[in-house]
Every structure is written in structure tokens, then in C-alpha cells.
């Protein structure tokens, strides 16, 4: 009995150990060697692969960055790492710091359950891709928060969550890379990714209507109803298809008051965070 | 009488329901206002002719087909435009629409109404094509493509049969069924006039079983036209599906992702032929259909013939009203149509049914685990695995959703009826196909 014990030991043992040894050789003998640069820069990177760079990943990032020259290096960014990690790796490859200003993902409705009261129920899955497909909505905004969630779902950073007084999402600008998923998710494309200012200042129209006040307005009160009245604060906010856009240029330390007070309907947000000290 | 024939892979039998089997067409009147929209098919919307003020009758050119794959608009009332303007439809999402007051019903001169049946088809091919493009006429079993670039076969390829499709397999709907009995000859004729463009002699009615009526009509009159047969197909749903229909038939397949050409067919819906026969000999556009309204919260069920552009409630009232038992009201048959969002939207060329749903039939259970019966993949006419598709679109491996041959799915909604987890597969085959076709 114990003479089976040992043998099974002493075979598998020796199997395992033999095992080892050609698992090493053959590894030391087959390496490709990666170039010292990308396990660097691969290091720095947050490894969330998000996608939020355009890249399939962080080590496809990290191999853009290892071999581009300083012009294009420009063009690479890392939004979830941020302006620090950009330093970091441009400090690596011996290039000049390249400044990005902060920036962040809105929402661009505001139909509330205040604002757009529902009007038909909805009791399919839990899917605004499919609710797109089958009708206006529960609220009858052909452009507005459908209220189903995709865009929570794919958040891989938390900053997502669904206000359940309100019934749209509310996003964390302090959590938000601006990796763009919720961008690409949104069937109805109402997340936009906005600059930032240092105090976290954001002044975005909520809205994307583009049909005539009045009807608009029998959907939802806080629709933009395209009066101009922005426009008279800020010549270069445009109104276009009946739909208001502020454009980046706009300041929104400047202008931001005085473009939320004109706004008529509330379409305009203009919102001042606390600034995230850690 | 041959054989019964059937497609072979998978399909349902839900109740029928077919309340209004023994109904008459009756004309549904005229409403006070029609709602026309400019988009009631596959393709470019029509370009908009006329302007507020303007006068029209019925059978007036509202909206002229932009483009091939369009088709003309014609006023289905005679009276007054008053507004041309973007208004909800029936999902609620904003459509161009021309309003028009109905002021008396005065016919266009050139439609002939008289109730003769014209037997002689004295025009050349291009000719008939033509008169179908003017008449606006779409295919009117639900999905809405322009019937002249369907009639009109691709250079290369050879149809050799004509099936005129009068299955109506959806439950509740018997809107084909009314016209086959009661316009079965014009049918026939319009079954004719179909052989002359594509240069065949042949034609086979396929009606399901369950339309007894129908078949002796039709039997009895094809026996004076030579080419034209009934086939009688086994009473199974979707035995409508256009697909499912060429295999039962002729033993053929459609090829993935290809026409039903490329297997030597046409397929049209019986209502469309009726439609070309009165384009054709009676130079009528298409302006009028039948609708069926019915469902077991539906107090007075009838079927009416339609003037399009009449708002769904007028319908509605003429049914009896809104019952309190009607939790839904959809848009099309219960398998395919859709719950409406607004009940004001108008009546289209491709609204075959409107139904009052009661709860009964039409509420939601709450969904369950997947336990592996297989049900959906045996039940899918296509030969798909819906169970498959639901799993990987809710783990999101759209790469993945690529293998399953998902873009052939029909729609027809057999996988989700059978599940007895009651998992809405369909909502995931069609969340598949339209990721898929976002990443083309």
C-alpha cells in the first residue's frame, strides 16, 4: 500500500520536474522579445481596456506610444489615465508634455419624469436599443432618454447611475474618463463628450429635439423650443433645425449664468462641481 | 385537388382566432380628416406635389415616387390640404404627412368605377409596369417594397413561377381571406397580368387550409383559366413567410441572404394583386384597402375596406370603441404587428389588421432561465438557434453573434412563443441583426 503511494508520488514528481524543465527551455529558446519601451509605457496605463483611446486595448496603446514619433504623439490619449499618465509616458519617450483639457461625457436630454410625463408603458426588455425600435418612447420624444439603462450597463467606471426620482441617468463628472462608450451605446446619441473646466464647470444644451417648439413642448417642457434667446447672450451659439448648440468655444465660467438664465424651458445646464482633491 | 404541402423545418400553431372569417367587406365610410403619409414603404420617401389650400379628389397625385425603390402617393379622399407637416405615427416617432379635409368624394375622371370585370388584358409588358409604378401599389402583406422593382426581374435570372400568396397565416387577421372570396376572379386576372410581364404562363394561389370557403371560390373559377392553380398548404404559421411559401411549394430554397429570383419565384400577396388588376384595367391607385379589426377586447369585428390615411380611431369607434378590457392595441397581425403608440396614426397601404388585445392574450410574463429544451430551435422556420443568439447578444459578444446566421431570421416570432421560459428571443434576434448591420 505504502509502496503505491510513493511510486505515484515519485512518477508524477519526476513527470512534473521533467515537465518543467523543457516548459523552460523551450521558452527561453522561443521568447520574442518585446521591446523594453511598450512593458514601460504598459505599465503606466490604467489596463482597463475600455477602447476610450481608439485603440483595441492598453498594450496596443502602449505599442502606439512606444513607436510614433512626437508629432503624433500629439494625437494619442489616454482618457482614463489622464493628463497625468500622458505626462508620464511623454516624460518616458523624451518628448514635450502635451496639455488636453479636461473633459467629460453629458447627456443631452433632460426629459425627467417631471419634465416628460409618461404616456404609453413600455413592458418589453430592458434594452433602449430595442425600445428605439418599437416606438418613440414612453415619453413620445422621438430624440429623448429612453430610461432603460444600456448606457449604465456599459460604463466600466462607475460614473453612471440611474436617478430613480428623475428617471434618466445621472453622470459623475469626477468618475468620467470620457472613454466615449456611452457615446457609442446611446441608440438615440444623446451623450456627448464636453470640455471641462478646472472647476469642473459644464454648460451643455440638454436637449436634441429638432422638431417645432410647439410640438416639442407637448412631449416635454424642458425641450428646446428654439426662441434665440441664447443666442442674444452668446453670438456664437447656433440655432439650427430648431435645436440650440452651444459650441466648445463658448466659456462656460463666462457665460454659463447668463446662458441658463435665458433659456426658457431649463434646455441649458450649466452645472459647478466640487473639485475632486484626491 | 393535389396534395397538402408545407415547408419542412420547424413552425407553430397558435389559435387562430379568425373571428371575421364570415364577415363581409364592408366600406368603412369617410372620416373627417385623413392623415397621408408620404413613406408607407421600403425605400425613399415620395416628394410632396401638392400645397396647404390646394384642391384634390380622390385618386389626385399627392406625392411622386423619388427614385426607383419609391413609390407614388395618391389622395384617397376628395377635399381640401391643409397642412403638410411632420406628425406622429403610429410608433410615435414623426412622419411627413398631408392632411386633408374630406369635402364630398369625388372621383379623379380617369378611374373607371364601374363593377365590370375586365377580362382582356389588351397592354404590353413595359405598359403594365408602368400603370403599376403610377397607381403607387407596395406589397401589401406587411412589408411595404415597391411592387414594380419587385416584378421587375434582375437581368441574368429566370422566374418560371408565380405564387400569389393568400396564406394570412397571422391569427386574427382575414383581411386576404374576405377579398379572395368575394374579387376571386379579379384575383385571377391580376394573377394574368403578373404572367405578362414575366413571360410565363403559370400562377398557384396557395391557400391554407383553414380558408375553406376560399378554396371552393377559387377552384371553381380557376377551372376557366388555364395555367392558374389552387394549392391548398397546411394551416401552420409563418406558412406566409415568403421563404417558407417557395420551399412548401416548390421544393426549392431561398439562398441565404439572396431573392426570391435566385430561386426562380415571385411572390405576391393576393391583396397586391387585386390592387394591380384595378391599377391595370380600372386605372386605380392604390387609395383603398381592406383592414381587419377584431381581437377579443374588439366588440363589433368586421372587416372594412379602408380609404388610407383614415386615423385608426375612427376604426376603432366604428368597431365599438376602446372596451376596458383592451390593454393593447396593435398595428398588424398579433405575431408580427406591432403595439401602437399612437392610435390616431393612420391607416397605411401595409396596415393589413388592427386588433384590441385584452390582457388575456397579450400580457408579458415575467422571464426565466434558459433550461435547455431546445423548443426555439425546433420551432424556427429558418433552421436558427434563438436560444443561442439570447444568450450571446446578453453577453454582448456581437463577434461572436456573426457564426449564427442571425441576418436570415424573419422575424416571424415563433422562438419567443415557444419558449416556456418565456425568454423574448425575438427581441435578441432582432437586437443581432441590427448590431450587425451597425457594423457593416
Redesign the interface.
Known sequence: MDDTVLLSVLVLGGIAIVSAIVLYLVSRKFAIAEDVKIVEIDALLPQANCGGCGKAGCHDFAQACAFVDEKGFAGLYCPVGGQQVMDQIAALRGFAKVEKKPTAAVLRCNGTCQNAPL??SY???T?C??AA?????QT?C?TGCLRLGDCIKVCKFGALSMNKETGIPIIDHNKCTSCGACVRMCPRGLFEIRPKTENGEMLYVACRNT?KGA?ARKNCKAACIACQKCTKVNAEVKVENNLSYIPDTVSAEEFGQALREACPTGAIIYTKEEKNND | MTKIKTFPLGGIHPNKYKITTDSPIIFAGLPETVYIPVKQHIGAPAKILVKPGDKVKVGTLLADADGIVSADVHSSVSGEVLKVEAIEGEFGYVEDMITIKVEGDGFEPSIDRSLDIDREIPYTAEEIIAKIREAGIVGMGGAGYPTPVKTSIPEGKKVDTLILNGIECEPFLTADDRLMVEKGEQIIIGAKILNKILGIQNAIIAIDENKPKAIEVLSKITKTYVGVNVQVCATKYPQGGEKQLITAITGREVPSGKLPADAGCLVQNVGTVFAIYEAVMKNKPLFERVVTVSGDACLHPANYLVRIGTPASYLLEKAGGITPQTAQVVFGGPMMGTSAFNINAPITKITSGLLLLSDKISAKHHEEDCIRCGKCAEGCPMGLQPFLIGRLMRAGQIDEVKNTRVLDCIECGCCSYVCPSRIPLLDYCKLAKIELKKKK
Not at chain 1, 425600435?133 to 418612447?137: H, L, M, T
Open positions: 404616456k404609453v413592458d418589453h426588455i434594452s436599443r430595442i425600435r418599437i416606438s418613440s418612447g413620445g422621438p422638431q410640438i
